[in-house]
């Protein structure tokens, strides 16, 4: 939670410049033209005057390159594009950027130029056909007329500017306009309102969610979707909503039909599995342009042996808890990468997207971010646990009353002599009103009675069932202590897929 400042002192003690925060990005950059020869102090400090050993920083100092701006923000794939450049110390102001060979994605943009005090700044490369905006266009009567589908390029050049474009829409026509700038590091705080030719407002937005956007904490792009209500013109205006203004404060406006599509993210990106055990994970999916469809999940190259359960998002479901199981014949060694895929029907074509690797990390202790690792990393350790990979024996599809109960058969081998009490199962992260009720256990052969209150989850909800298997032990007793019961934790079964029916 480290907040720093920073502040740059002349030999008198004076403050020369100071910062406590770069457009917006928490860590501070400071950019000053020393105004004469001599000594100079830099502070560093928390905001608050604070301090911990965790807050740890590195701070770099010269007359170093630095990218304040770039304009535009992306270009279209197999094309060449010009990129201007503002900032300091750069040494050019323009380079050209080959996208010949580039897919549509946004990827960092690399210039011919050392950033050691900077990461990389992004530029969009899309498919559809784009273009630059063309002032004067700061109302209606001046609107920059537009084809659809297209991307338009543009600034919001100066405080209280707003941007228009026209163009001609059918009724009953879907219609999507989204802004990136924020996500390419534009501090451009969006907002976009769509208007008829009498100028009746159709549709408004400021912010939308991107659960993509991963370290991004404020995510300000704006996001329309609508159906037009009539045939005639139509006009797009965008602006700032903190009424800010820059040759910075880049955008590209998509505008044209929906394109229904989907981003997959899992978590977390690192875990520890036993042999012969199940380890839970969990999928996000990222659905684009009002993509509902089901998402099916898949190991992409994965050593034989291994399996998921629970591997699917149902329609309309973001997240989803899985398992991933290991073979027991899995021996401990090196980290291993896995790689998941997920395969969906959108628009009559199937369409596979790798899932990202991730972490959930919170912000403030309530906002959620998906934030990407490089890598899915497995490790297989020495775990004592089950006898025997545990295993679900009744149907695949567990249906649960509404207010009733349902038995959940499974197999779960002991290893012998292991001295385990009483076994238990507990639900992690279950369904509002989801619980486990009697167990049941003749042998390896356990019945668990899984319940849904009355005013839990309604008849039709679906999803998967995470059952951690935990088992009690008698420490023995020692001259200092008497023996006592701890728990021990032994696996998870594999994840069960449910659905809440009507009793």
Known sequence: WFQPVLALYDSAGH???????????????????????GEYTVEIRDALYRGREDFVYRLTIGELPFVTSVFPLGGRAGSRVKVALNGWNLGASQIAMDLRQRAADTAPLELALKLPAQESVRFAVDSLPELLEKEPNDSEKSAQRVKLPVIVNGRIDGPGDWDFYRFTGRA??????????????????????????????????????????????????????????????????????????????????????????????????????????????????????????????ALNGAPAGYALSGATLNAG???????????????????????????AMVQGREVVRMARPADDMTQAFFNHHLVPAE????????????????????????????????????QVELPPNANFGRLMFE??????????????????EVIVTVRCQPDGSKPGTKGNLIVHIVAERMAPASAKAPGRVTRVELGVLPAIPFEIVRP
């Open 15 to 37: 403050e020369v410049a100071y910062n406590d925060g770069y457009t917006f990005h928490p860590d501070p950059v400071l950019h000053c033209v020393i105004p004469r020869d």
């Open 172 to 297: 009953g026509q879907e219609l999507v306009a989204e802004v990136t700038a924020r996500r390419l590091g534009s501090p451009l705080d969006s907002m976009l309102r769509l208007s008829d030719a009498t100028g009746r407002q159709i549709a408004f937005n400021d912010d939308h969610e991107d659960r993509a956007a991963g370290l991004l904490t404020h995510q300000a792009d704006s996001y329309l979707a609508v159906r037009l209500p009539a045939n005639g013109t139509y006009y797009l205006a965008i602006g700032d909503t903190q009424q800010q203004g820059g040759p910075e404060y880049a955008y590209r406006i998509r505008i044209g039909a929906p394109r229904p599509d989907f981003e997959l993210f899992v978590t977390p990106a690192s875990v520890n599995a036993g042999r012969g055990l199940s380890v839970p994970m969990e999928v996000h999916a990222v659905r684009r342009d009002g993509f509902s469809g089901e998402i099916a999940l």
């Open 317 to 343: 479901q973001d997240d989803a808890r899985f398992t991933l199981a290991v073979p027991a014949s899995a021996s401990p060694q090196e980290p291993a990468r896995v790689r998941i895929e997920g395969r």
């Open 375 to 410: 890598e899915q990393m497995l490790m297989v350790v020495r775990r004592a646990g089950l006898r025997a990979p545990a295993r679900i024996a009744g149907p695949r599809l567990l249906r649960i009353p509404a207010g009733g109960a349902a038995a959940l058969r499974a």
């Open 427 to 444: 639900l992690g992260n279950p369904p509002a009103g989801v619980e486990i009720g009697a167990v049941q256990q003749s042998g390896p």
